[in-house]
């Protein structure tokens, strides 16, 4: 079921970037009310945003195989969700596998990851189509102020750090972190032999998301 999703939805996205937009609202059964909880009230000297991007963008909204909404969206980091800029305020899609958002070209999708504390799920953005995939993990942490340790050093005000991390997926899940580096991509992946072999014709490091994606295309497409 991930993976039907995971290849309806990029396969689906790149349709939707040449279709006119769809004039319907996202449907409340798939929306909260509002955000959820979390940090409601920024102090005035925050570095950094919660945001990817703060501004909304358009995009459209895909449930299922079939029904998509136009709709202006932009992804919190931080709290892990997508909101959705309504005429009444700002809500956010519920977080369903079978539900999934193309922002301004990035398609954000649900997955199951090993975590810290066992399997989660969260939203990742898709890189690349077929049976093993590269997903890219951004998120936010928000540090409090810390006070100068002597009088020879400064107040550090609050601040939001980003993190980005790499994930690949197979058949069945869940997703399992990678460095974007030869050795972590090759242990992932069953077909290590067509890997390496594939790697040194073209000169390849994997130490940047083309290059990984440029081998499991080839993988996927063996």
Same mark, same amino acid.
């Given at each position: 079921?991930?993976?039907?999703?995971?290849? &309806?939805?990029?396969?689906?996205?790149?349709?939707?970037?040449?279709?006119? @937009?769809? !004039?319907?609202?996202?449907?409340?059964?798939?929306? =909260? =009310?509002?955000?959820?909880?979390?940090?409601?009230?920024?102090?005035? =000297?925050?570095?950094?945003?919660?945001?990817?991007?703060?501004?909304?963008?358009?995009?459209?909204?895909?449930?299922?195989?079939?029904?998509?909404?136009?709709?202006?969206?932009?992804?919190?980091?931080?709290?892990?969700?997508?909101?959705?800029?309504?005429?009444? *305020?700002?809500? !956010?899609?519920?977080? %369903?596998?079978?539900?999934?958002?193309?922002?301004?070209?990035? &398609?954000?999708?649900?997955?199951?990851?090993?975590?810290?504390?066992?399997?989660?799920?969260?939203?990742?953005?898709?890189?690349?189509?077929?049976?093993?995939?590269?997903?890219?993990?951004?998120? /936010?942490?928000?540090?409090?102020? @810390?006070?100068?340790?002597?009088?020879?050093?400064?107040? %550090?005000?609050?601040?939001?750090?980003?993190?980005?991390?790499?994930?690949?997926? *197979?058949?069945?899940?869940?997703?399992?972190?990678?460095?974007?580096?030869?050795?972590?991509?090759?242990?992932?992946? !069953?077909?290590?032999?067509?890997?390496?072999?594939?790697? /040194? /014709?073209?000169?390849?490091? &994997?130490?940047?998301?083309?290059?990984?994606? %440029?081998?499991?295309?080839? &993988? =996927?497409? !063996?």
């Amino acid at each position: 079921m991930i993976r039907k999703y995971l290849l &309806l939805g990029l396969s689906i996205s790149a349709v939707s970037l040449v279709q006119s @937009q769809v !004039s319907l609202e996202v449907p409340t059964e798939y929306v =909260n =009310n509002s955000t959820s909880g979390g940090l409601n009230t920024l102090p005035p =000297n925050v570095e950094g945003s919660p945001y990817l991007d703060e501004a909304f963008k358009p995009g459209r909204v895909h449930v299922g195989e079939e029904q998509e909404y136009a709709a202006s969206m932009r992804y919190n980091a931080y709290r892990d969700e997508i909101e959705i800029k309504a005429a009444d *305020g700002v809500t !956010s899609l519920f977080k %369903r596998d079978y539900v999934w958002a193309d922002i301004a070209g990035d &398609l954000f999708v649900i997955a199951p990851f090993k975590g810290r504390d066992g399997i989660s799920e969260g939203y990742f953005i898709l890189l690349n189509q077929g049976d093993v995939r590269l997903l890219k993990r951004i998120t /936010k942490e928000f540090m409090e102020s @810390q006070p100068a340790a002597s009088s020879y050093s400064q107040d %550090r005000p609050p601040r939001f750090l980003e993190s980005v991390e790499y994930y690949l997926i *197979g058949e069945e899940g869940p997703a399992r972190e990678v460095r974007l580096r030869k050795k972590d991509v090759l242990e992932f992946l !069953s077909d290590s032999g067509a890997a390496e072999s594939f790697i /040194k /014709k073209e000169g390849l490091k &994997l130490k940047s998301e083309e290059e990984v994606i %440029r081998l499991l295309g080839y &993988l =996927n497409g !063996s």
